[in-house]
Every structure is written in structure tokens, then in C-alpha cells.
């Protein structure tokens, strides 16, 4: 989607890091910017700055998700980029998740993402002209990481979705890309402020801090990134730091070893 200015956006998880600086990235380049978060007032904040519309929504709930959909097409008649970002983190080994941690993980990071397609896309493919999707995965979604089992199954399943909605999406002029940062300097993980109470059965406690954060992106990088892959409609987008660039080989060790196991 070359044009950008005067269109709709709305970005899922926008109250904070790489959402916001999406939402500033898009702001920036002229669109409106539905500021959709389950922390209303962080979606306000970001809304107030970029003058912007603040919607308080569970992506795991699908009547939240519709209620946002039926907002937005209310107020301005189209979507042209749904940015389908809200996620949260959890590391550990694969052994030691409760059923509690697969749920939380599953819930926000894939049906989060699949409440928000069967929201949107029957009336996004309705509309006239060009729109795009962006959905969030991570380089976790393309190479193996110790200790990210749930979340690098939730990544996966993201690229997955989005490879799919490429090829299904491109004779109704909907661009998809899927988004795979390496490590980005945000608020993931503290993922665990917005764990329901129903959901809380765990072993794992998240690191209070980054073990590198001046090495990590800045998000507010990672949304003109995702600005331009819009623009250019490419299919993946990854912004890795140079500390990030050692997986590099590990991504083409995956895949020669696809290759060769091929027969
Ligand atoms: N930070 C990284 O290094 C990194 C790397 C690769 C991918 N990602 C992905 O980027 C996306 C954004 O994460 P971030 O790093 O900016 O973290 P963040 O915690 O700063 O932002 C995530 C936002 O999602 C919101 N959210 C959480 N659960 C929600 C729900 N159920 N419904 C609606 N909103 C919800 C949070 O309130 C928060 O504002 C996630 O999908 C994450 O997996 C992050």
C-alpha cells in the first residue's frame, strides 16, 4: 500500500513498544491511528499524542475484538492496515509449563490474531482499494531459541497464518506482512501484567530486566521498518540488531537441514 496519508489504521497492543512505535511510524506518515490495547489507559496515552482514536480491547475476547471492528467501520467506514501486534512472552523449558501457561501464551498470541482476521477481514475484503495487514511474529517464529518452546510455537503458527493470508489475500488487493524482530527494547517482559486471574498456574517468574538492553532495537526503529515493508508490500520484515545477526546462520542451518532431509 504505496498511499498512507488520510487512511485507517488501527494496531493491536498500541499502548506500548513495538504497537506504539508502530502507531508513531504510522501517525507519521499521515494516517489515523486506532490505539487498540487491553491497558486503556496506555492506549490513551499513545492516542493523546498522535491524536488518534483509544479503544480498550482483549484480543483473546472475540466480542471485544468485534466490538472494535463495528467501532471503527462506524467511525470511519474502512480499515485500510490492521496491525495484529498484542503478545506476550514466557521462557522455559518445554517441561515445566503448566496447562495454564500454554493457554495464556496461545490465547493472546494466536487466537489473539485470529480473533482479529475473523473481525475485520470479511469487511476489509469488501471495501474498495488497497489495504494491508501486518501481523507480529519474531525471529522466534523462523529459528529454534532455547527455552521460548510455547512462544516459539505461537511465532511459528504467525508466520504460518500470514504466508497463508498472502497468496489468499492478493486478488482482493490486501498486502500481508508478517513482522519477525530480533530483540527490541520494550515492556514484553512484564508480559505478565495483563495474565488473566483464571490463567495464573505457573512456575516460571520473567527476568526483571533486559540482560542487554542498550543493544537492543529502540521500537520506535522497528515501526518505520514496518512502515516501509507496507509500502513496499513485503512479505517478511526482520530487524535484528548486530548482536541478533548470529542467528542469521542458524535460520540457513534450518533450512539446509529441511533441504537435505528432503527426499
Ligand atoms: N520485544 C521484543 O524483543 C520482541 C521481539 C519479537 C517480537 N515481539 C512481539 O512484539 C509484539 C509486541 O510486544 P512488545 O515487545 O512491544 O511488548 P509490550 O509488552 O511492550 O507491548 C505489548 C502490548 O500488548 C498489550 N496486550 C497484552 N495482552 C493483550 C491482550 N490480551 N489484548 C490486547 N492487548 C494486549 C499490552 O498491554 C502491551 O501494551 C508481541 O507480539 C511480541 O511477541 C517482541
Not at 7 to 21: D, E, M, N, P, Q
Not at 25 to 37: I, L
Not at 131 to 139: F, K, L, P
Not at 180 to 201: H, M
Request: hydrophobic share 45%.
Amino acid at each position: 500500500m504505496k498511499d498512507l496519508a488520510g487512511k485507517v489504521a488501527v494496531i493491536t497492543g498500541a499502548g506500548s513498544g513495538i504497537g506504539r512505535g508502530m502507531a508513531r511510524a504510522f501517525a507519521g506518515a499521515g494516517m489515523h491511528v486506532v490505539v487498540a490495547d487491553v491497558e486503556l489507559d496506555a492506549a490513551e496515552a499513545v492516542a493523546r499524542e498522535l491524536n488518534g482514536t483509544a479503544v480498550r480491547v482483549d484480543v483473546t475476547k472475540p466480542g471485544d475484538v468485534r466490538a472494535l471492528a463495528d467501532q471503527v467501520y462506524r467511525e470511519h467506514g474502512a480499515v485500510h492496515l490492521l496491525c495484529n501486534n498484542a503478545g506476550v512472552a514466557l521462557g522455559g523449558p518445554l517441561s515445566d509449563m503448566t496447562h495454564d501457561d500454554w493457554r495464556w501464551v496461545v490465547s493472546v498470541n494466536i487466537e489473539g490474531v485470529a480473533n482479529c482476521l475473523t473481525a475485520f477481514l470479511p469487511r476489509m475484503k469488501a471495501q474498495d482499494g488497497e489495504a494491508h495487514i501486518v501481523n507480529t511474529g519474531s525471529i522466534a517464529g523462523l529459528v529454534t531459541i532455547p527455552e521460548g518452546g510455547i512462544y516459539a510455537a505461537t511465532k511459528y503458527a504467525v508466520v504460518a497464518i500470514s504466508e497463508t493470508l498472502r497468496a489468499e489475500l492478493a486478488p482482493h488487493n490486501i498486502g500481508v506482512t508478517v513482522l519477525c524482530p530480533g530483540s527490541v527494547r520494550t515492556n514484553i517482559l512484564g508480559a505478565a501484567r495483563n495474565r488473566p486471574d483464571d490463567l495464573k498456574d505457573t512456575t516460571v517468574e520473567a527476568p526483571a530486566e533486559f540482560s542487554d538492553p542498550v543493544g537492543m532495537m529502540d521500537p520506535d526503529q522497528v515501526g518505520l521498518e514496518v512502515r516501509d515493508a507496507v509500502i513496499a508490500n513485503a512479505l517478511y520484515s526482520i530487524p535484528l540488531t548486530e548482536g541478533n545477526k548470529v542467528l542469521i546462520p542458524m535460520v540457513q542451518a534450518r533450512f539446509d537441514a529441511i533441504m537435505k532431509a528432503m527426499p
